[in-house]
């Protein structure tokens, strides 16, 4: 009889790295797992931002005004809250507790992303992260797109004490709405205490679990991970996560490596310094237009 039996190959934890707080924008702090001076990127992740959890008191609320970006995607989760967004596309939106804004910067837009008036005067809480996509050579001087994903429309989990959403990529037998322009898999996960979960992933695809919430392990080695740290995987096909006594929240990403050089400035990620500087020279000059909807 033939032996059938396969193996799915789990991932193991190479490093575990802390999130360090930092002001952005109009001087909110937020948590920054990268880039440090200790990782600058996953590629093709470049960035990744935890605003909150935290209150806010009444007329307390700052985001972050006019700025410019090209070369790369930005994507908010907003757990909770409210944030506003204006750009030089004539775009006008909110993104509300349990949406995603996924932007594909492309050639550039200059946007400003800020709590919307109504939250800034109630007041309330905040809790919610951008995380920064690379784009590869062929796709950095593209037409700018916007994807609004309501939360409705992001489908979620329920089942043996895991609680999921699913932003990109597949999970737990559903498939998340974001059109990537590489295999992405983006998604929250809440574990119940002594629960566990299988995410699968291709091998060649970069990954790292990010924990907002609790304490638990990761990983075939179960290294503990806790809130505010950052778990590097190795190559393998599955990434699992495991909650001991207490609830495990964490955020699941994995991209195909771009594998591609990457030179960044401020708020432009290129593949060259002279394409760098080209950037800033557009923006100055206004090529990448300027906000007039207010
Ligand atoms: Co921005």
Known sequence: MAD??????????TRVVDAP???????????RPFPTGALSMVDPFL?????GPKVNAPGEAIGTGDHPHRGFETVTYLIDG???????AGNHGSIRSGDVQWMTAGSGVVHSERPSAAFLERGGPIHGF???????RADKMSAPRYQDLRSEDLP???RDGVHATVIAGNAFGVTGPADT??????????????????LPTSVSANAFVYA??????VGSDQRPVRDGQAALLGRGEKIELRAGDEPFEVLVLAGEPLNEPVARYGPFVMNTKEEIVQAFDDFQNGRMGAITNR
């Open 4 to 13: 059938t039996t396969t193996t799915t190959t789990s991932r193991p934890v």
């Open 21 to 31: 707080r930092t002001l952005e924008g109009e001087g909110f702090e937020v948590r």
């Open 47 to 51: 960035l990744l931002d935890e605003m």
């Open 82 to 88: 409210e944030m506003e967004h204006r750009d030089s």
């Open 130 to 136: 951008q995380l920064w996509v690379n784009l590869a």
């Open 156 to 158: 979620k989990v329920d």
């Open 181 to 198: 322009r590489i295999p992405i898999l983006y998604a929250h996960v809440r574990l119940d205490p002594g629960a566990r979960a299988e």
């Open 212 to 217: 907002i919430g609790g304490a638990g392990s």
